[in-house]
């Protein structure tokens, strides 16, 4: 059986990609700071910082999903601990899924990322610091790790979930946009897309995007 281990698995993306492995009968383990509020049948639960934890859950998964929020204790230490877990799953076999910002993606071919141009200040610090975890990826994941950095739609996160469509886009490093230039996923859709990544791999050390 499928193991997949989801850092971040209490919160909005990985509880939606923890509902959806578990769905496809897939072996679960979610990582989380504190014990959830509605714990899912059939989900193991592991509670600890993240570095402490992936010791001893890593080890043994097929897949490795990062999902962790640069918020409260873990502002300034994402790219660390993403480090740590990068070189886990490496060391595992584990393919690693790192999921990022929308402002990491491209408005077009060798235009600058969004990050790089006027992001609002409230989200100016998750942006840079979610950017750096995929440059991470890029200039220091280890050279046997099969990663996939993925991107949310603009429009994406528990203020707008969204419905299930069963449909999805997967771009490049460029995001995609809809005919009203609107880009926007639902939570569900954006979770069946990771697993799909999972499951059928079809990206390997690239950025994506995922839109609905």
Known sequence: MTTVVVFGGTGYTGANVVREALARGFEVVAVSRSAPRDPVPGVRYETGPAEEVAARVVPGADAVVAALSPRGDMAGRLVEVYADLARQAAAAGARYVQVGGFSSLRPAPEAPRFVEGEIPAEYLDEALEG?????????????????????PAGEYGAWVPGERTDSYRVGGEVALFDDEGGSRVSGEDFA????????TPAHHRAHIGVVG
């Open 131 to 151: 950017e750096a975890t995929r440059v991470m990826l890029v200039d220091r994941a280890p050279a046997d790790l099969d990663w996939v950095f993925v991107s």
């Open 192 to 199: 069946a897309a990771i697993v799909d990544e999972i499951e």
